[in-house]
């Protein structure tokens, strides 16, 4: 099925989930995730409307970076090792994956002047020990914590629910919508945390019902190619 289908679906899905929850589908952000397809099935989706990119390896989110450049907004998604910041600071627009002070640290030296680099804080909501990501009760002092890296714009939190049917997935979502709701109160300016990332694939109906402004969607808008 052409991407471009795909996505009509996921459209469709999307309005329903924002009529059930009163929520409306403009607030909703579709990041395709690119890492299982190649550049030209990444361009496939551009042309078909999508604005905001996914990948979750450097090397490979380099490679279409290359190619794509800023047709695209990029979002990087996975665990982030602090060597390879300098690699991709300038080039991407957002990190999902700010998830510990040694990473802040080196984003706040690597960024170029003047930019300010919008990131989520990943909370490991489930608390599974194989999941990274910041313990929810250390979310608050990490973010305030955050005001020493002036680099850093802390737009929301972000998290990755357990591999389970997605309407057990909910609890985490509102968890981590409860947090967010914690965090924006505290008027932040380092921290306007209004932005959830959260759902993908086989759970963002259930994401959205529970507050997402990001999903994060590869196979079933992209497809699998590797
Ligand atoms: C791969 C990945 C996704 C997308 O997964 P699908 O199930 O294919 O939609 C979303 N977020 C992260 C962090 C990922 O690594």
């Not at 409307?49 to 996914?54: E, L, Y």
């Not at 490979?60 to 690699?87: C, P, T, Y």
Request: hydrophobic share 40%.
């Amino acid at each position: 099925m052409s991407v471009k289908d795909r996505l009509q679906e996921i459209q469709g899905l999307i309005e329903d989930a924002c009529a059930r929850a009163n929520r409306e589908s403009k607030d909703i952000n579709i990041v395709a995730v690119t890492k299982y397809v190649s550049i030209d099935r990444a361009s496939e989706a551009l042309n078909a409307g999508i604005v905001h990119i996914g990948e979750n390896r450097l090397e490979e989110g380099l490679n279409k970076w290359k190619a794509i450049g800023d047709k695209a907004v990029w979002h990087f998604i996975g665990n982030l090792q602090s060597r390879k910041v300098k690699d991709m600071i300038d080039k991407f627009d957002y990190i999902h994956s700010l998830d510990r002070k040694s990473l802040a640290k080196e984003i706040n030296k690597r960024a170029p002047v003047n930019k300010k680099m919008k990131c989520f804080v990943q909370v490991n909501v489930s608390g599974e020990e194989s999941k990274s990501g910041v313990e929810p009760e250390e979310v608050i002092p990490f973010i305030k914590d955050m005001a020493n890296y002036p680099a850093i714009e802390v737009v929301g939190l972000m998290t990755m629910a357990p591999f389970i049917e997605a309407e057990e997935v909910r609890p985490y979502f509102r968890r981590l919508r409860e947090l967010k709701e914690e965090v924006e109160s505290l008027q932040l300016s380092h921290a306007p945390c209004k932005e959830l990332s959260m759902g993908m694939s086989n759970d963002f109906v259930v994401a959205i019902e529970e507050g997402a402004t990001f999903v994060r969607i590869g196979s079933s808008l992209v497809g699998k190619e590797k």
